[in-house]
């Protein structure tokens, strides 16, 4: 069955809004307009649309659970359903991609068709993502409208969150209690501490942290996710009776599961979360979560050269996921995926990410927060944070089909040679499979994937790759911002002569500077003070 939404650039249908879908409709008013040239009218009610058009409409249902979606065309014309403003949001954006043919690249990069004559003809579609909680913690996740075009929360302001982590500090505050009330906060060696964390199992510490939390829940009703979490150190309670509770699990995180356990209980309404984390990160023995707990572990430690599931190097990883879901239905995962300490240098994990997702998935991860780069840019960060949107929503997606659709809608006539250069970066990291660090660097590669020989041949690729789009400024800018990771470690491990690396610290300070490029390492190092100290070493 066909749909028609235009023929030479006259509307032949309307769009029938409701509140909950009001934001959606003009999403698709707005798209439909620029493909077609048209303007389309958005109605609040049926009577008032002309009998000639066709009506596309939103229907509010729970049948897709909170988080997916669904459309079809019937015999009552093009139909979104969902069960919220959000997922309506969603289903647009996903009909405009995959029927339409819209592209969503980066937050200020997309490809909208241009057609005058708009129809669409296919099968009926419905989608439940795996996870229902998906963030990627790239700058261009923090634009709100270009990560719901990726069906994924607004990076760094967590959407959807009361707390995030680290909340106890919130709930029993030390420069509010601890004067009057030591005995609310740990012993620790004896005497109680106004920087421990909260005494967890003294009776009016739970009150008053739960009675502050509905303060913070009154505030924020809209919010779906509250970490009820410990703060960022080891200073747990030891007293006798925490340390009972902590004994029998044999582990602490026997008393703060508890504590956690009866918050989720008093707010039943609520997803509460609370971390696998330092002093908690050994599961306890006989204490388990609550139906509406989640606990959120992380993978820091594990490699990205194999799949986290058959890495024996991610063995501790592998586990600690493994154990939460079979004794929680409801799992969170704060997970790595970039090299924090060389933000620009090649990271040859694409291939994993896919078999992560799914092992993710298969071990009832329901939240999911892929920590990528903070700063502005980095490698293949428009390629990478696309990829992990993807993957997310769609642990079994075709992976290799997406990365070659964007490179060529993204790089153009540079895509061949970028995606060779993936290729080869790739090949030559499965070859040798040495271990492949978040904190590693261009030495560990020095005799894999950065070879002198491999660098030179990058090089090459490269060179075509800019030839091919030189008519172009900002698609020759797209490529050399793909180029700057080979630029990086070429500096870095030294390679060629004193000219050539003269050469090779110009071209990436002046590309760095054209993209906005500010940081080489997380927190640390400049842009600008890594080209003075490369030129410093010449």
């Given at each position: 069955m066909?749909?028609?939404?235009?023929?030479?650039?006259?509307?032949?249908?309307?769009?029938?809004?409701?509140?909950?879908?009001?934001?959606?409709?003009?999403?698709?008013?707005?798209?439909l307009s620029r493909i077609t040239g048209t303007f389309f009218d958005i109605y609040t009610g049926e009577g008032r649309i002309p009998s000639h058009l066709s009506i596309i409409r939103f229907i509010q249902t729970d049948a897709y659970s909170h988080t997916g979606f669904a459309y079809a065309i019937t015999e009552d014309g093009l139909c979104f359903s969902g069960a919220s403003s959000e997922t309506?949001?969603?289903?647009?954006?996903?009909?405009?991609?995959?029927?339409?043919?819209?592209?969503?690249?980066?937050?200020?990069?997309?490809?909208i068709p241009q057609n005058t004559n708009l129809s669409a003809d296919f099968e009926p579609y419905s989608f439940i993502p795996l996870i229902d909680y998906r963030e990627i913690y790239y700058k261009d996740f923090e634009d709100r409208v270009f990560a719901r075009k990726h069906k994924a929360a607004q990076s760094k302001v967590h959407e959807g969150w009361g707390f995030w982590c680290h909340s106890f500090q919130f709930l029993l505050p030390s420069k509010d209690y601890f004067e009057e009330h030591p005995e609310y906060f740990a012993l620790l060696n004896g005497k109680r501490h106004p920087a421990g964390e909260p005494c967890l199992s003294n009776p009016?510490?739970?009150?008053?942290?739960?009675?502050?939390?509905?303060?913070?829940?009154?505030?924020?009703?809209?919010?779906?996710?509250w970490s009820i979490s410990q703060n960022d150190d080891n200073n747990y309670c030891q007293c006798e009776a925490c340390k009972a509770i902590d004994d029998y699990d044999?582990?602490?995180?026997?008393?703060?599961?508890?504590?956690?356990?009866?918050?989720?209980?008093?707010?039943?309404?609520?997803?509460?979360?609370?971390?696998?984390?330092?002093?908690?990160?050994?599961?306890?023995?006989?204490?388990?979560?609550?139906?509406n707990v989640h606990i959120m572990t992380c993978n820091i430690e594990a490699g990205r050269g194999l799949p986290i599931e058959i890495d024996p190097s991610?063995?501790?990883?592998?586990?600690?996921?493994?154990?939460?879901?079979?004794?929680?239905?409801?799992?969170?995962?704060?997970?790595?995926?970039?090299?924090?300490?060389?933000?620009?240098?090649?990271?040859?994990?694409?291939?994993?990410?896919?078999?992560?997702?799914?092992?993710?998935?298969?071990?009832?991860?329901?939240?999911?927060?892929?920590?990528?780069?903070?700063?502005?840019?980095?490698?293949?960060?428009?390629?990478?944070?696309?990829?992990?949107?993807?993957?997310?929503?769609?642990?079994?997606?075709?992976?290799?089909?997406?990365?070659?659709?964007?490179?060529?809608?993204?790089?153009?006539?540079?895509?061949?040679?970028?995606?060779?250069?993936?290729?080869?970066?790739?090949?030559?990291q499965d070859k040798f499979g040495k271990r492949l660090d978040i904190f590693g660097g261009p030495q560990d590669a020095k005799k894999t994937f950065l070879t002198q020989k491999l660098v030179q041949h990058y090089d090459k690729l490269f060179a075509m790759a800019k030839e091919a789009v030189s008519?172009?400024?900002?698609?020759?800018?797209?490529?050399?911002?793909?180029?700057?990771?080979?630029?990086?470690?070429?500096?870095?491990?030294?390679?060629?002569?004193?000219?050539?690396?003269?050469?090779?610290?110009?071209?990436?300070?002046?590309?760095?500077?054209?993209?906005?490029?500010?940081?080489?390492?997380?927190?640390?190092i400049t842009v600008d003070q890594f080209v003075t100290d490369a030129l410093a070493e010449l």
């Open positions: 066909s749909f028609h939404f235009s023929s030479e650039g006259r509307p032949l249908c309307a769009i029938l809004s409701t509140t909950s879908a009001q934001e959606a409709a003009e999403i698709l008013q707005d798209y309506f949001v969603y289903a647009v954006y996903d009909f405009l991609e995959r029927i339409i043919g819209c592209r969503y690249y980066t937050s200020t990069a997309e490809y009016e510490v739970r009150r008053i942290m739960l009675e502050n939390l509905r303060k913070f829940i009154a505030e924020k009703p809209e919010c779906r996710y044999e582990s602490p995180m026997g008393s703060v599961l508890n504590f956690v356990n009866y918050i989720a209980d008093e707010v039943p309404d609520k997803v509460i979360s609370t971390l696998s984390y330092w002093y908690t990160r050994k599961p306890p023995k006989h204490t388990r979560p609550h139906s991610c063995k501790e990883s592998k586990e600690e996921l493994e154990f939460w879901a079979n004794i929680s239905d409801h799992v969170s995962l704060w997970d790595y995926n970039i090299q924090f300490r060389n933000l620009v240098s090649p990271f040859p994990n694409l291939r994993t990410l896919a078999p992560n997702m799914q092992f993710f998935a298969k071990n009832k991860v329901k939240l999911l927060f892929s920590q990528c780069n903070r700063e502005i840019g980095g490698e293949f960060s428009e390629l990478r944070g696309y990829l992990l949107a993807k993957l997310a929503w769609d642990p079994y997606c075709n992976v290799e089909a997406h990365m070659e659709d964007f490179c060529k809608g993204y790089y153009k006539e540079a895509s061949p040679y970028i995606l060779e250069y993936i290729k080869c970066l790739h090949d030559a008519y172009d400024k900002e698609l020759l800018l797209r490529t050399e911002t793909a180029y700057l990771p080979v630029l990086y470690a070429a500096i870095v491990l030294q390679y060629g002569s004193r000219n050539k690396r003269l050469e090779r610290i110009n071209q990436f300070a002046r590309i760095a500077r054209a993209t906005g490029l500010k940081m080489v390492e997380e927190w640390k």
